[in-house]
């Protein structure tokens, strides 16, 4: 069964440097999504991309993530100078089709822990 | 905005027992609403969702869901637990209209006691 998967599973980092998240998205799919959980809070939407563009972004999102497809199958989330805050549970998703109630399949998620 | 509540971070039950987990949703235009969930160091995994269709929606492992629009809930019920639903489970919608970003709820933490 298709499925998406995510790396590195736990990337520790030291506060102010750059990160890239990785993840596969199922291949037939087209709209894609990372999600994050601070440890203790609810799962939160940062950003969804489709046809090589930003569709929609949360008030996390700002100008130090970025995210990008950078060659038909990877889909990664750069957070440029991490911050404490950063620490938290990322998710990638993928689904077939978008606001139609299509699910979203999710990766197992990569821990990132900024020191 | 659209927010989504469940009742309790923490539920316990016996094995054998009926499973309630109780949530609820703000909105004004019936969202499309779904349960996942998670078990330890995995992703989300589809329960069940409910999509404007039939108002009590079967999903996976014997879970159902129902819609109640004059409740603004979509409580998940399972008549009888067993030890392997231990795991986080979150409700969450998708507003019509706004794409597919996926707004959740707190989240459940299910255990299930022998």
């Known amino acids: 069964e298709p499925e998406v998967t995510q790396t590195p599973s736990h990337q520790v980092t030291q506060m102010g440097q750059e990160v890239i998240l990785r993840c596969v998205p199922i291949s037939n799919h087209l709209y894609f999504y990372w999600y994050r959980q601070i440890l203790g809070q609810k799962v939160e939407f940062l950003v969804s991309?489709?046809?090589?563009?930003?569709?929609?972004k949360s008030e996390i999102f700002d100008d130090q993530f970025s995210v990008e497809r950078p060659d038909g199958s990877n889909f990664t989330l750069k957070i440029r100078s991490t911050k404490l805050e950063d620490s938290a549970m990322y998710f990638c998703?993928?689904?077939?089709?978008?606001?139609?109630?299509?699910?979203?399949?999710f990766g197992p998620g990569t821990r990132l822990t900024v020191l | 905005a659209q927010s989504v509540t469940q009742l309790g971070s923490h539920v316990s039950v016996s094995e054998g027992a009926l499973v309630l987990l109780r949530c609820n949703y703000s909105?004004?235009?019936?969202?499309?609403l779904f349960w996942y969930v998670q078990y330890p160091n995995q992703g989300l995994q589809l329960l069940l969702k409910y999509t404007s269709a039939a108002t009590l929606v079967k999903g996976i492992n014997g879970f159902e869901a129902e819609f109640k629009k004059s409740e603004t809930s979509f409580h998940l019920t399972k008549p009888s637990a067993h030890m392997s639903d231990a795991a986080e489970y979150f409700c969450?919608?998708?507003?019509?209209?706004?794409?597919?970003?996926?707004?959740f709820g707190q989240g459940t933490e299910l255990s299930v006691k022998p």
């Open positions: 998703a993928s689904s077939l089709n978008s606001g139609t109630g299509d699910e979203q399949f």
């Open positions: 909105s004004s235009v019936p969202p499309y």
């Open positions: 991309f489709y046809n090589n563009e930003i569709s929609e």
């Open positions: 969450a919608v998708t507003p019509n209209n706004q794409g597919g970003k996926l707004i």
